[in-house]
Nanobody, 122 residues
Framework: QVQLVESGGGLVQPGGSLRLSCAAS????????MGWYRQAPGKQRELVAR???????NYADYVQDRFTISRDNANNTVYLQMNSLKPEDTAVYYC????????????????WGQGTQVTVSS
């Protein structure tokens, strides 16, 4: 059993900052990519940022230079530092990780956290 637990969401004023955290636990042999997605009401879930185990990152165009993704591989944790937040960043943010549960696993499997609400409003 694998769990991804997010924390750090909340209400923030426009221009403010938040830091999201996501810790993976349980039956984990290896983690490949970890990332953050978001889903606003009435919209599809979309990629925010993603980081490989080796540190390669990619970001959605709309968060470039505002958000930073980082990983602590030793603790199976991924972070998302969000600065200069805008009302349009309001969404539920989901953590994602590609995980092999054992040495016998042939493929990495996608796991998701339960989501954390981020609301940007004055």
């Amino acid at each position: 059993q694998v769990q991804l637990v997010e924390s750090g969401g909340g209400l923030v004023q426009p221009g403010g900052s938040l830091r999201l955290s996501c810790a993976a636990s349980g039956s984990i042999f290896s983690i490949s990519a970890m990332g953050w997605y978001r889903q606003a009401p009435g919209k599809q879930r979309e990629l925010v940022a993603r980081a490989t185990r080796g540190g390669r990152t990619n970001y959605a165009d709309y968060v470039q230079d505002r958000f930073t993704i980082s990983r602590d591989n030793a603790n199976n944790t991924v972070y998302l530092q969000m600065n200069s937040l805008k009302p349009e960043d309001t969404a539920v943010y989901y953590c994602n990780a590609e995980i092999k549960s054992s040495i016998r696993s042939r493929y990495f499997v996608d796991y998701w956290g339960q989501g954390t609400q981020v609301t940007v409003s004055s």
